[in-house]
């Protein structure tokens, strides 16, 4: 199958787009809520800057204490939430779709790096930090690396500023669909098979479910086989998750903060259940491709 037909390609990449504008609308306007309060800026500082915070001290010393620094925590923070809301408005209305994409995919790996870890053996923990790898902590911010590096590929999708105003933006040409189905199975198997292997390790993802669970989910979908179903399970542990952490004690932007993540992967999801990931790498083609080596290294008789 390739993205030859421009109705085939807008699906996906409409679904994808709205799920990632949810996340960052979501999570740019929880973060400048609480940085424009000033009863709220102390507590939010904290949680990435102090000492159990989210940001690693050598990533701090650099920013903030190097003698030419010229950025304070709270502007930097302010900064960077405002360009996550924008950004997320801008996904939403279908503009400027694949350079925000392109951004994004590299950008959503500076948490990997950012992340504060101990890796030093024998190393005396003086401050709650966290200690499994940031690669597996991080790893649904991977996949959604590997999303944005998606929608690149496909364009804006429908409802999109973009057809109108920047038509060479769409993603309109002709592109191979096996290469870009395999990434997106990659994107959505790679939180569920670590939140599988690694379930009950600290600060690792599960999304509220048991790790066989996980794990069994992560390898069928990407095994590529029945991908429709394989789709559906993923949207429903996504579904089930997001219905328990939302809470009516809580503000709306709090309930959608708590799940931002979930609307990104669920619109990806049902996705894959809708168009499938391509023939390629899936578990009947690397069968064959096994057995077809296989024959050709065996002597004939």
């Given at each position: 199958?390739?993205?030859?037909?421009?109705?085939?390609?807008?699906?996906?990449?409409?679904?994808?787009?709205?799920?990632?504008?949810?996340?960052?609308?979501?999570?740019?306007?929880n973060k400048l809520y609480q940085l424009l309060d000033p009863a709220l800026q102390e507590g939010i500082l904290n949680s990435y800057l102090g000492a159990h915070g989210y940001i690693n001290t050598f990533f701090v010393s650099?920013?903030?204490?190097?003698?030419?620094?010229?950025?304070?925590?709270?502007?930097?923070?302010?900064?960077?939430?405002?360009?996550?809301?924008?950004?997320?408005?801008?996904?939403?209305?279908?503009?400027?779709?694949?350079?925000?994409?392109?951004?994004?995919?590299?950008?959503?790996?500076?948490?990997?790096?950012?992340?504060?870890?101990?890796?030093?053996?024998?190393?005396?923990?003086?401050?709650?930090?966290?200690?499994?790898?940031?690669?597996?902590?991080?790893?649904?911010?991977?996949?959604?690396?590997?999303?944005?590096?998606?929608?690149?590929?496909?364009?804006?999708?429908?409802?999109?500023?973009?057809?109108?105003?920047?038509?060479?933006?769409?993603?309109?040409?002709?592109?191979?669909?096996?290469?870009?189905?395999?990434?997106?199975?990659?994107?959505?198997?790679?939180?569920?098979?670590?939140?599988?292997?690694?379930?009950?390790?600290?600060?690792?993802?599960?999304?509220?479910?048991?790790?066989?669970?996980?794990?069994?989910?992560?390898?069928?979908?990407?095994?590529?086989?029945?991908?429709?179903?394989?789709?559906?399970?993923?949207?429903?542990?996504?579904?089930?998750?997001?219905?328990?952490?939302?809470?009516?004690?809580?503000?709306?932007?709090?309930?959608?903060?708590?799940?931002?993540?979930?609307?990104?992967?669920?619109?990806?999801?049902?996705?894959?259940?809708?168009?499938?990931?391509?023939?390629?790498?899936?578990?009947?083609?690397?069968?064959?491709?096994?057995?077809?080596?296989?024959?050709?290294?065996?002597?004939?008789?």
């Open positions: 199958m390739t993205l030859r037909d421009f109705e085939t390609r807008a699906t996906l990449a409409t679904l994808i787009r709205v799920g990632m504008a949810l996340l960052f609308v979501s999570g740019g306007w650099y920013l903030f204490e190097a003698t030419n620094a010229v950025l304070t925590p709270w502007a930097f923070l302010t900064i960077l939430s405002t360009f996550e809301l924008v950004t997320g408005l801008l996904l939403l209305a279908g503009l400027l779709v694949r350079p925000i994409a392109l951004i994004y995919a590299f950008l959503l790996w500076s948490f990997v790096v950012a992340l504060p870890v101990v890796n030093a053996p024998g190393a005396t923990i003086e401050a709650q930090a966290f200690t499994t790898p940031a690669i597996l902590v991080q790893i649904r911010d991977i996949g959604l690396s590997g999303l944005m590096f998606l929608l690149f590929n496909l364009g804006a999708g429908r409802y999109a500023l973009d057809a109108k105003l920047f038509p060479g933006m769409t993603g309109r040409t002709a592109a191979e669909w096996n290469g870009l189905g395999l990434l997106l199975r990659f994107s959505l198997a790679a939180p569920l098979i670590v939140g599988g292997l690694f379930a009950g390790y600290a600060d690792i993802p599960t999304f509220g479910t048991p790790g066989i669970i996980l794990f069994v989910t992560g390898l069928w979908v990407l095994s590529g086989e029945f991908p429709r179903f394989a789709g559906a399970a993923f949207a429903a542990i996504l579904l089930w998750f997001m219905v328990q952490k939302i809470g009516f004690d809580k503000s709306l932007i709090a309930n959608l903060n708590g799940i931002k993540r979930e609307f990104a992967f669920l619109a990806a999801a049902i996705g894959y259940g809708l168009l499938g990931g391509g023939s390629v790498y899936t578990l009947r083609d690397s069968l064959r491709r096994t057995i077809g080596a296989f024959a050709r290294r065996t002597p004939q008789t």
